[in-house]
């Protein structure tokens, strides 16, 4: 299992000396779409990445939950952002990594994600350990099939899975049940979210 090479650099790139909480997603898109969380120059096709600076850095993207009045969000915007943000999610000890390296088949089952999972999980389980070989890295894992497949091992090898159920993929306008269950999640695992000027509570 392993990331094509531009996936392996990019997320190289990003990723900090020492991770404070680690984010598992289910895996990354087929590599004939050239998208990747941590690509700089998308124009489309990074759901996972906007949804996510919503809830950590709601004060530097301009977005608020209240409605348009109270926000100045776009995503063009924040893709312009991109690469300062990143840099931001850097040093407060972030990183993204999947589950599986491999992109899921197009279309693929439920029955089919949990299979490639389960044959992904040593490497995985491998990959976690190098991360924090301490083992007090916090975890959160998104997405059903990853929470289903990861959570008990993970925890097993001794590593805090900071959510108590699935945080879904905001993909197919799942947006706003993200968000939720994310905030919920990092406030429930006393995770520091900072914004720009100020700690953010929910």
């Not at 690509?39 to 850095?57: I, Q, R, S």
């Not at 899975?161 to 006393?190: C, E, M, W, Y």
Request: aromatic share 10%; hydrophobic share 40%; charged share 25%.
């Amino acid at each position: 299992m392993a990331y094509s090479k531009d996936f392996a650099a990019a997320g190289k790139r990003y990723r900090p000396a020492r991770i404070k909480l680690l984010f598992i997603a289910e895996a990354p898109p087929a590599y004939r779409f050239h998208r990747f969380f941590y690509f700089t120059d998308l124009k489309d096709g990074d759901t996972l990445f906007l949804e996510m600076m919503k809830v950590l850095y709601p004060d530097i993207v301009g977005f608020s939950e209240d409605g348009d009045a109270a926000s100045s969000y776009t995503a063009r915007d924040a893709r312009l952002q991109k690469a300062s943000l990143l840099e931001r999610f850097v040093q407060d000890g972030f990183y993204l990594t999947d589950a599986s390296e491999e992109p899921m088949p197009d279309d693929a089952s439920l029955v089919i994600k949990t299979r490639m999972l389960r044959e992904a999980l040593p490497a995985l389980r491998r990959k976690v350990h190098r991360l924090c070989p301490a083992q007090n890295m916090p975890i959160v894992l998104i997405g059903k099939p990853t929470y289903a497949v990861c959570s008990e091992a993970l925890r097993r090898d001794g590593f805090p899975i900071l959510n108590d159920g699935p945080v879904h993929h905001p993909a197919r306008g799942g947006q706003t049940l993200f968000r939720a269950q994310l905030r919920k999640t990092l406030n429930f695992g006393s995770i520091p979210l900072i914004s720009d000027r100020k700690l953010i509570t929910y």
